[in-house]
C-alpha cells in the first residue's frame, strides 16, 4: 500500500526552513504557543476573508524575549495596508490583544504570484465557484506558471466536478514534478472551492528546479620544485651581507 506524504513536512530541515520559530520551556507554554500561532494565523485569514484571503500564501511568526515578528507573504501588500497603513494598524492592535506582548508586522511582497502553489490553488478554486469550465481554469493556470518560470506543475481536483452525482478525480500535469527527490524544491497547496452542488479540493505541486549544496572550493596542491644552490653562491652572498652591515 502506498502512503502519501506532505511534500513541505518530507523536506523540512533538509532544503526547507520552519514556519514557526520559537522555544517553549515546557509542555503547558508549549501547548499555549501553538494554540496562539493557530489563533494568529486565523485572525489574518478572517482579517482579509472579503478580499479572497488577499493573496496571503504564507505566514511566519518569530517569537523572541519581548516581542514577536510576523511576516505575511502577499501577492497584493497594498490591500493588506490599507489607505494610510488603516488595516496594518487594526491587525495589529487584533494580533497585540491575542498574544498580550508587542508585535512588529512584516509585509513582503511576493515577486512572481503566478508560481505559488497557494495562489494558484486559489485562482482555481475561484473560478470553479464562478461556474468556470475546470479543464479551462485547470489548464490555463499551468500555462501561466510555466511561462512564469516553473519547471514543472500539477493540479489535481477532487469532488462533485461540474455537479455529477458520484465525486471524481481530475488531474492536468506539464513539466516534471519530481516528489521523491528530497533536493528538488516542491511548493505545495490545498484550497477548497464552495460550489452549490458540494466542497472541491484543488492540490498543486509547483517544481521550482533542484537546490543544491554549496561546492568546495577543489586547492591544487602544487608540485614540489628542487632548487640546487651551489656552495660558492652561498660564500659570496654571506660575504656581501658582512659588508652591508659590518655591525
Not at 5 to 22: C, E, N, V
Not at 63 to 74: C, E, L, M
Amino acid at each position: 500500500m502506498g502512503h502519501k506524504t506532505h511534500p513541505y513536512g518530507f523536506r523540512l530541515g533538509i532544503i526547507k526552513d520552519w514556519k514557526a520559530h520559537w522555544y517553549a520551556p515546557n509542555g503547558n507554554s508549549y501547548r499555549n504557543l501553538v494554540k496562539q500561532d493557530l489563533r494568529l494565523r486565523e485572525s489574518i485569514k478572517n482579517e482579509y476573508k472579503a478580499f479572497s484571503d488577499a493573496g496571503i500564501s504564507r505566514v511566519e511568526i518569530d517569537r523572541g524575549a519581548q516581542d514577536s515578528v510576523i511576516n505575511i507573504h502577499s501577492a497584493r501588500p497594498g490591500i493588506l495596508i490599507g489607505r494610510d497603513g488603516e488595516r496594518v494598524k487594526n491587525l495589529r492592535a487584533k494580533l497585540e490583544s491575542i498574544t498580550e506582548s508587542r508585535i512588529q508586522l512584516n509585509i513582503i511582497e511576493i515577486e512572481q504570484p503566478e508560481t505559488n502553489a497557494y495562489l494558484v490553488s486559489r485562482s482555481v478554486a475561484d473560478q470553479l465557484e464562478r461556474r468556470v469550465a475546470y479543464r479551462r481554469a485547470m489548464r490555463q493556470a499551468a500555462q501561466r506558471c510555466m511561462q512564469a518560470g516553473a519547471e514543472g506543475v500539477k493540479i489535481i481536483i477532487k469532488g462533485r466536478i461540474t455537479g455529477s452525482e458520484i465525486a471524481r478525480v481530475e488531474k492536468l500535469m506539464m513539466g516534471r514534478v519530481p516528489l521523491h527527490t528530497l533536493r528538488a524544491d516542491i511548493d505545495y497547496s490545498l484550497a477548497e472551492a464552495h460550489t452549490v452542488m458540494g466542497q472541491v479540493g484543488v492540490k498543486t505541486w509547483v517544481y521550482h528546479g533542484d537546490i543544491l549544496p554549496p561546492q568546495l572550493e577543489i586547492v591544487e596542491e602544487l608540485d614540489n620544485i628542487e632548487v640546487t644552490v651551489q656552495a660558492e653562491d652561498i660564500d659570496q652572498a654571506l660575504e656581501a651581507v658582512d659588508l652591508e652591515n659590518p655591525e
